[in-house]
């Protein structure tokens, strides 16, 4: 059992080792070159030095008593690092939307639609290849779980956050394996992503469809800003008359209201839970109690947001300081995930990672390559690289790859991409499914699943038909 006086030391840790990751990444031009955010090459250096790797080469030389038989840190620290990420991405998930301007959803639509089709054709496809892949190879010729079926959505569109964050919910399913598994592939996912897009880049240059690539993309923040209205002297303005009548400090204002979001996000699960009691959950058939809080905390933020403009106080959230609140967060998720992998759990189900390894990169490039210049009657190589590169990460990774392409914003791409945002981040990426589809194949099955996540599949496949001939019929209507 771990004291406060621990908790405290297990985070100052995470802090160090923070700083030692930035400091590589500023001295090691590979990692500069993959865009690897700091907080995973720290992950990877606490994993190194912990009892897995350092450790191991320790008893090996000294024997089991040597003093660093347990790596560098104690065991009552790499326990209070396990139990972080699922207590820190509800911060990042409250936050994603505070600060931001939500337009209806009837505009986003129509700023966006293609945007929106595309982003979810590669979510549902990928629990469809997922779901195949454990039906016909993983579950009858490797064993596995029939909730590894899940993991490369909740690995490559969630990333490290989600896929750290959805541990315990994997252990209460009995899957405790997929945690690491997850962690594996979110970390395959986002190097893959980045190496892969860069050479689609490349290539994209050479065959015409973009005028240049920018090598020197600044890399954006982990918590990007996705507004895509600029702040106005007026709103702070406002803001500084509401702090100065409130007394107090913007960044204490702020941190209350990330609490807020959270706090409702909870009241939302509990509903949820009591409401399935007395409903469906009377019948045995139980979702709620495996899903997580935080794809409740984004719905709680996006609520909390709405209230707040209603009231008038909208002004008080400060979008800056909210990224930097939900940044410290992620990267404390990211650090303790990795940390925390257990490098036996993947080598003993090295097959399966491997094939949905495989499998998650091949779809999303295929479906770059084959709906988005159909899709996209304008700058299709622009507006799908960018959701290819957040399929297979983070949403910052898309946006990377966006610069690169695009580094001007000519092409109207970074303001789709951040409309498709508002339908996307809810659902699925870490989102509600997200969240209750392990539950979902653990009380129906892969074929029920399968069922429903492939006609969502047909169904924005479909509506991405209707769009296509749509634009045709406009193009040909259209006198040149």
């Known amino acids: 059992m771990f004291n406060l006086r621990t908790v405290l030391f297990a985070f100052v840790l995470l802090a160090i080792l923070l700083l030692a990751g930035r400091y590589l990444k500023h001295k090691i031009r590979f990692f500069q070159r993959l865009y690897l955010p700091a907080s995973i090459i720290a992950g990877v250096l606490a994993l190194l030095l912990g009892p897995q790797v350092l450790g191991a080469i320790a008893t090996a030389i000294g ?47 129509r700023k966006a639609a293609p945007q929106v089709v595309f982003g979810q054709t590669l979510a549902w496809g990928q629990y469809v290849v997922g779901i195949l892949a454990t039906l016909l190879i993983l579950g009858p010729v490797f064993g596995a779980n029939p909730i590894a079926s899940c993991l490369i959505e909740i690995a490559f569109e969630g990333g490290h956050g989600t896929a750290g964050g959805m541990a315990e919910t994997l252990n209460n399913l009995g899957y405790a394996d997929g945690a690491d598994l997850a962690i594996g592939l979110a970390t395959v996912g986002i190097v893959s992503g980045i190496v892969l897009g860069t050479a689609l880049a490349d290539w994209g240059r050479r065959k015409g469809y973009v005028a240049s690539i920018n090598r020197n993309a600044i890399e954006p923040e ?44 909870w009241l939302l699960l509990e509903a949820l839970k009591w409401i399935e009691s007395v409903t469906w959950g009377q019948t045995g ?52 995930a990795i940390a925390s992998i257990s490098l036996r759990v993947i080598g003993g189900n090295l097959s399966v990672f491997l094939t949905l390894s495989i499998l998650g990169i091949l779809w999303n490039v295929l479906i770059f390559l084959w709906l988005a210049p159909r899709l996209f009657s304008q700058h299709w190589f622009e507006k799908g690289i960018g959701d290819m590169g957040q399929s297979m990460g983070v949403t910052a990774t898309g946006i990377l790859l966006l610069r690169m392409v695009d580094p001007d914003n000519s092409t109207g791409a970074f303001e789709s991409f951040a409309y498709k945002q508002l339908f996307f981040e809810p659902i699925v990426g870490g989102g509600l499914f997200t969240a209750a589809a392990p539950a979902l194949v653990n009380s129906w099955g892969l074929v029920p699943v399968l069922l429903l996540t492939a006609g969502l599949l047909i169904f924005w496949l479909v509506v991405g038909y209707l769009l296509m001939r749509q634009e045709r019929r406009h193009s040909s209507a259209t006198p040149v």
């Open 285 to 336: 058939f139980v979702v709620m109690p495996f899903v997580p809080l935080f794809p409740l905390a984004l719905v709680g933020g996006i609520i909390t947001q709405s209230i707040l403009n209603r009231l008038g106080l909208g002004a008080l959230v400060i979008r800056p300081m909210i990224q930097n609140i939900a940044g410290v967060a992620l990267d404390v998720v990211v650090i303790a």
């Open 222 to 265: 982990e918590i990007p800003d996705l507004n895509v209205v600029a702040e106005t002297p007026e709103l702070r303005q406002q803001r500084a008359r509401l702090l100065r009548n409130l007394l107090v400090d913007p960044l204490s204002i702020n941190f209350g209201i990330v609490g807020m979001a959270i706090a409702l996000g």
């Open 63 to 109: 024997g089991e008593e040597s003093l660093l038989a347990g790596g560098l840190f104690s065991e009552n620290v790499r326990t209070v690092w396990s139990q972080a990420p699922g207590v820190f991405i509800n911060i990042v998930f409250a936050a994603l939307f505070l600060g931001e301007t939500i337009p209806p959803p009837r505009d986003i639509w």
